[in-house]
């Protein structure tokens, strides 16, 4: 069973940048699309970004040119990258692959 361990949420102000993180366990992660989900109080979960193995990404329309998801085999990481944040965006953001999830990382935006 794959292992997410999600890292790099916090407190930044409106027009800042954060870059999250999650680390995969086992030998398959370069096999895996990858994923950032979020959830904010009183709504439902969305997808933020996705990447395949092969390195194609997608984003919801709500984060395009702000956020960047990118993939580092070598070390069984996923990243996203998060600039111009905005309050909107405070979230509960979670890494996924598989059905799995991580705990989640707080990233909270104040204005």
């Known amino acids: 069973q794959v292992q997410l361990v999600e890292s790099g949420g916090g407190l930044v102000q409106a027009g800042g940048s954060l870059r999250l993180s999650c680390a995969a366990s086992g030998t398959m992660f370069r096999f895996y699309g990858m994923g950032w989900h979020r959830q904010a109080p009183g709504k439902q979960r969305e997808l933020v970004a996705a990447?395949?193995?092969?390195?194609?990404?997608n984003y919801a329309d709500s984060v395009k040119g702000r956020f960047t998801i990118s993939r580092d085999n070598a070390k069984n990481t996923v990243y996203l990258q998060m600039n111009g944040l905005v309050p909107e965006d405070t979230a509960v953001y979670y890494c996924t692959t598989r059905s799995i999830w991580g705990q989640g990382t707080q990233v909270t935006v104040s204005s």
């Open positions: 990447i395949t193995s092969g390195g194609n990404t």
